[in-house]
């Protein structure tokens, strides 16, 4: 009659834990649901991530995870040598924008202006000589600026062909999703998809406009999407060949 009163308190929801697997320090979130009845593991562009039982034992997660060790080390090195490095913000660096690279051009001004785009350069004019958060700050306000205007093109493109309206278009700043469509009509884009060649962002717009119709990912849905965009499945395996560039100093929360 006194068990209810001793019962252990359920584990914490999310954790943040560190495993050896193969002789490798590895970090990695662990949630615990109810929902689920078996261990998963799921390796992106935030490393891994675990999901088990709420209950389940950690001998048993140890098993999982000593068992799945080669699969695990050869998908985080995978997403390791896809992820963009850090752009340093400096004169000559490459910059992406519509699948193209352009030369990043530092002139010293009296004035902050917007960049221009000169042939293969893209000039940025900046009042604080050396400063790479300031020139930082002045290329992503334009890249907003050019992908609001692009998203807008291509919704007011494919939303009458797919015969939807969406209640407001967004820009995102997500560091885990290039799109999202709410069940209230709000499509959210985001911001770095500018940097992909147009194909790419027409697919992700036609995609998150097809939620307006199908609210999943079952097969009406992709019937939706191939309506508008008949190669969407080669379109689809391009895109995962893209990774998000997290900014310093921004971290998902």
């Given at each position: 009659?006194?068990?209810?009163?001793?019962?252990?308190?359920?584990p914490?929801?999310?954790?943040?834990?560190?495993?050896?697997?193969?002789?490798?320090?590895?970090?990695?979130?662990?949630?615990?649901?109810?929902?689920?009845?078996?261990?998963?593991?799921?390796?992106?562009?935030?490393?891994?991530?675990?999901?088990?039982?709420?209950?389940?034992?950690?001998?048993?997660?140890?098993?999982?995870?000593?068992?799945?060790?080669?699969?695990?080390?050869?998908?985080?090195?995978?997403?390791?040598?896809?992820?963009p490095?850090?752009?340093?913000?400096?004169?000559?660096?490459?910059?992406?924008?519509?699948?193209?690279?352009?030369?990043?051009?530092?002139?010293?001004?009296?004035?902050?202006?917007?960049?221009?785009?000169q042939?293969?350069?893209l000039?940025?004019?900046?009042?604080?000589?050396?400063?790479?958060?300031?020139?930082?700050?002045?290329?992503?306000?334009?890249?907003?600026?050019?992908?609001?205007?692009?998203?807008?093109?291509?919704?007011?493109?494919?939303?009458?062909?797919?015969?939807?309206?969406?209640?407001?278009i967004?820009?995102?700043?997500?560091?885990?999703?290039?799109?999202?469509?709410?069940?209230?009509?709000?499509?959210?884009?985001?911001?770095?998809?500018?940097?992909?060649?147009?194909?790419?962002?027409?697919?992700?717009?036609?995609?998150?406009?097809?939620?307006?119709?199908?609210?999943?990912?079952?097969?009406?849905?992709?019937?939706?999407?191939?309506?508008?965009?008949?190669?969407?499945?080669?379109?689809?395996?391009?895109?995962?060949?893209?990774?998000?560039?997290?900014?310093?100093?921004?971290?998902e929360?």
């Open positions: 009659m006194f068990g209810k009163f001793f019962q252990q308190p359920a914490p929801a999310v954790e943040q834990r560190s495993v050896n697997l193969a002789g490798k320090p590895v970090a990695f979130t662990l949630r615990r649901t109810r929902r689920r009845r078996s261990i998963g593991l799921q390796v992106d562009d935030r490393g891994l991530t675990v999901a088990m039982p709420l209950r389940a034992s950690e001998k048993w997660l140890h098993t999982v995870l000593q068992e799945k060790a080669d699969w695990v080390l050869k998908k985080l090195e995978s997403w390791q040598e896809r992820r490095a850090q752009p340093q913000w400096a004169d000559g660096e490459p910059i992406l924008f519509r699948g193209e690279t352009f030369t990043l051009r530092i002139v010293p001004s009296l004035f902050d202006t917007p960049p221009i785009l042939g293969a350069h000039i940025v004019h900046v009042s604080r000589e050396g400063d790479p958060a300031a020139v930082e700050k002045i290329v992503e306000h334009w890249y907003w600026r050019e992908a609001l205007q692009l998203f807008t093109e291509c919704v007011e493109h494919f939303a009458p062909l797919m015969e939807v309206k969406p209640r407001e967004k820009i995102s700043a997500a560091h885990t999703q290039w799109g999202s469509c709410t069940a209230r009509g709000t499509v959210r884009l985001n911001w770095q998809l500018i940097k992909m060649p147009l194909h790419l962002v027409d697919y992700v717009v036609v995609h998150e406009l097809a939620h307006l119709v199908e609210m999943n990912h079952s097969t009406a849905f992709w019937r939706v999407v191939e309506s508008a965009c008949p190669d969407y499945a080669r379109l689809r395996r391009e895109l995962r060949k893209w990774s998000l560039a997290i900014p310093h100093g921004k971290r929360q």
